[in-house]
């Protein structure tokens, strides 16, 4: 079965730096395009970066020029690398990929349970 597992969450002063993972397990045919979501309390779930399976990325106004994504296709591994971080920052942040397990015919959307993230000022 198929896992999406993210870490690297925890607590940070502003100004500070923190790298989150998002790994995928399972018999994994295709690990395509994968984005970074973050949901804050009493708000909606907002796209904070994505990239797609040939490295292309796009990232959220908000967070450009502080945040990198990138990949590492043999790990199935996404990261964030979060830079500069802001009090505004704070929330949980998941992560969404969309693969293909073996054996199967369709590509699936999964998501994983999500890293805290909590920037002090």
């Known amino acids: 079965q198929v896992r999406l597992v993210e870490s690297g969450g925890g607590l940070v002063q502003a100004g500070g730096s923190l790298t989150l993972s998002c790994a995928a397990s399972g018999s994994i045919f295709s690990f395509n395009a994968v984005g970074w979501y973050r949901q804050a309390p009493g708000k909606q779930r907002e796209l904070v970066a994505g990239i797609t399976s040939g490295g292309t990325t796009n990232y959220a106004d908000s967070v450009k020029a502080r945040f990198t994504i990138s990949r590492d296709n043999a790990k199935n591994t996404v990261y964030l690398q979060m830079n500069s971080l802001k009090p505004e920052d704070t929330a949980m942040y998941y992560c969404?990929?969309?693969?293909?397990?073996?054996?199967?015919?369709?590509?699936?959307?999964?998501w994983g349970q999500g890293t805290q993230v909590t920037v002090s000022s």
């Open positions: 969404n990929a969309d693969l293909k397990e073996s054996g199967r015919l369709a590509t699936k959307s999964y």
